[in-house]
Nanobody, 122 residues
């Protein structure tokens, strides 16, 4: 059974940082690309970032380039999202998602975690 468990969310002040983690199990982690997606209060899902199977190809939504960094540790079956210079508009539930192939954006996302809440507020 595929399981994706996010952690690391919480309350942070504007300008602060957080690192999210996603522990994966139930599949061969290093065979698949992974993504982060978020949902802000009252809004739809927004794709944040993706990383291919071995981490040498990453992609970001334009508004997050330079502030967020996606990475993965295939030895630990864990996906990360380092978020710096956080803004109030980054407040959202952040989900990790398994992609359907080794490279992102080709096959879509087929499994999702339950999410972790990030609140950016003073």
């Amino acid at each position: 059974e595929v399981q994706l468990v996010e952690s690391g969310g919480g309350l942070v002040q504007p300008g602060g940082s957080l690192r999210l983690s996603c522990a994966a199990s139930g599949f061969t982690f290093d065979d698949y690309a992974m993504s982060w997606v978020r949902q802000s209060p009252g809004k739809g899902l927004e794709w944040v970032s993706a990383i291919n199977w071995n981490g040498d190809n990453t992609d970001y939504t334009e508004s997050m380039k330079g502030r967020f960094t996606i990475s993965r540790d295939n030895a630990k079956n864990t996906l990360y999202l380092q978020m710096n210079s956080l803004k109030s508009e980054d407040t959202a539930v952040y989900y990790c998602a398994k992609e359907g192939g080794s490279e992102a954006h080709y096959y879509g996302m087929d499994y999702w975690g339950k999410g972790t809440l990030v609140t950016v507020s003073s």
